[in-house]
């Protein structure tokens, strides 16, 4: 049996994942918009080679835009300038189901697959910020089981558009005149309780046969809707026991579904701050969480915890029972995460501002390369991670000491390639290409 092999992921945010890397002396907020700089990034991500780049998206402005690069770049477009410079590596994009339509979204997807030569997936979210709804012309945001059961429906019917071209529907054959076999391409006829479409795509089936499907998500819903279509699953955890349940979970979930739980891949974030000493990696820490402005944590702590709090409260206790775990709220994973570090660490409001700054949510490492690579090893080797999302605090510098000092330590180690052996997203997972559900057992499918 071949070793099992970390998978990593690139996750790029404007700026880094701190909310104050733009303020660092590190950073050059006027390359956040130069669509070089992230090409650059996927050259260097590329070159260590990771599994994946990846872009979050959501279809409204953040509220607290006003103190952070916390703006959203429409990642479609982004990708396929990336596509246009990388051979290999993989391009996610996050999209909504509840704020997309299936048939604009599978075109879009099937688009970047065919451009990439096979590296598209798709992080599959419902959305959770609530003024999104007014940028659609809902009076109010889909509550949480709602959205979810929107999410399911969207996938069937992607996955039928996806499908509906057999892999050997497009002919081109120039001496006879048949360019593509009607017979194998197939309307869908979907009709459910909220999506009715007629199908077929009108673009030929992918490389991938269909994009890396990707869920974020870690609530109860989120885990029975990873278990059930996810491919890869990221997540936040703070503690290697929460991890470890999680990914036991999620494996026991897909197993009982007759899924390969081998197949589901937990991928969790990690926000690495390294230093040449663990020392040296704390104050660079310190160094970003300095340049916070309260302003800004505060009202992130209200969205995130529904607690309004002043500035005169930043070096007292955070008032735990005032936080509401009821509600729409309460069904959120990432606000089970911050309840947990409450519990857990019983910080000051200030401790957890800081602690959420890095990464809102995420685990935040300050350490060696060694120590990093420690870390990574024992989630990987430990039953918690089958990789993790690369968050890098700033960016250029972070991902580049990732690259450049951490990389080869897991190189070294034996756990992370040294080089591609495939050319898809599907390749670097390890995950088979699947056939379309419409093909005809009249006309069997070549192996691929």
């Given at each position: 049996m071949s070793r099992r092999e970390l998978h990593l992921n690139l996750f790029v945010y404007p700026g880094g994942h701190h909310e104050a890397a733009w303020r660092h002396h590190g950073s050059d907020p006027a390359r956040i918009l130069d669509i070089d700089f992230y090409q650059d990034l996927a050259r260097r991500a590329e070159a260590a080679t990771f599994d994946g780049i990846f872009f979050a998206d959501g279809p409204a402005l953040a509220d607290n835009v006003r103190y952070a690069s916390r703006f959203r770049l429409e990642p479609f477009t982004w990708l396929s300038a990336i596509a246009a410079v990388t051979q290999r590596i993989g391009l996610i994009a996050t999209a909504s189901t509840t704020y997309s339509e299936p048939y604009n979204l599978a075109r879009l997807f099937a688009?970047?697959?065919?451009?990439?030569?096979?590296?598209?997936?798709?992080?599959?979210?419902?959305?959770?910020a609530p003024q999104a709804a007014l940028n659609f012309g809902l009076?109010?945001?889909?509550?949480?089981?709602?959205?979810?059961?929107?999410a399911r429906e969207f996938l069937d019917v992607v996955t039928k558009l996806w499908d509906s071209w057999e892999d050997d529907a497009l002919v081109a054959d120039q001496k006879t005149g048949l360019f593509a076999d009607t017979d194998r391409i197939?309307?869908?006829?979907?009709?459910?309780?909220?999506?009715?479409?007629?199908?077929p795509l009108n673009t030929p089936r992918t490389p991938q046969g269909r994009p890396v499907y990707v869920q974020a998500g870690s609530s109860e819903d989120g885990r029975a809707f990873a278990a059930r279509y996810a491919e890869a699953v990221f997540t936040a955890h703070q503690t290697l026991g929460n991890g470890q349940d999680l990914y036991a979970d999620l494996k026991k979930r897909a197993a009982g579904l007759g899924?390969?739980?081998d197949k589901v891949l937990v991928l969790p974030g990690i926000s690495?701050?390294?230093?040449?000493?663990e020392?040296?990696?704390?104050?660079?820490?310190?160094?970003?969480?300095?340049?916070?402005?309260?302003?800004y944590s505060l009202q992130l702590l209200h969205r995130m915890l529904g607690l309004r709090l002043t500035a005169e409260q930043l070096d007292g206790p955070v008032p735990r029972e005032l936080v509401e775990t009821g509600g729409e709220r309460g069904n959120g994973s990432r606000f089970q995460v911050i309840l947990d570090i409450i519990d857990r660490e019983q910080p000051t409001v200030r401790g957890l501002l800081h602690r959420l700054a890095g990464a809102r949510g995420?685990?935040?490492v300050a350490g060696t390369p060694e120590q990093v690579a420690d870390q990574i090893q024992e989630w990987f080797e430990q039953g918690a991670a089958d990789g993790f999302n690369v968050m890098p605090p700033g960016l250029p510098g972070g991902f580049d000491l990732f690259a450049d000092q951490v990389v080869p330590i897991l190189r070294a180690r034996g756990l992370f390639r040294t080089e591609y052996t495939g050319t898809t997203l599907r390749d670097h997972y390890g995950l088979p290409r699947p056939d379309s559900q419409y093909a005809d057992s009249a006309h069997p499918q070549e192996s691929s």
């Open positions: 688009s970047l697959d065919h451009l990439s030569r096979g590296r598209a997936g798709w992080n599959i979210v419902t959305t959770g009076d109010a945001h889909p509550v949480h089981a709602e959205r979810y059961d929107r197939h309307a869908i006829d979907h009709e459910g309780p909220r999506l009715k479409v007629r199908g899924r390969d739980p690495p701050f390294i230093g040449s000493t020392a040296e990696a704390r104050a660079l820490h310190d160094e970003y969480n300095e340049l916070t402005q309260p302003e995420h685990r935040v």
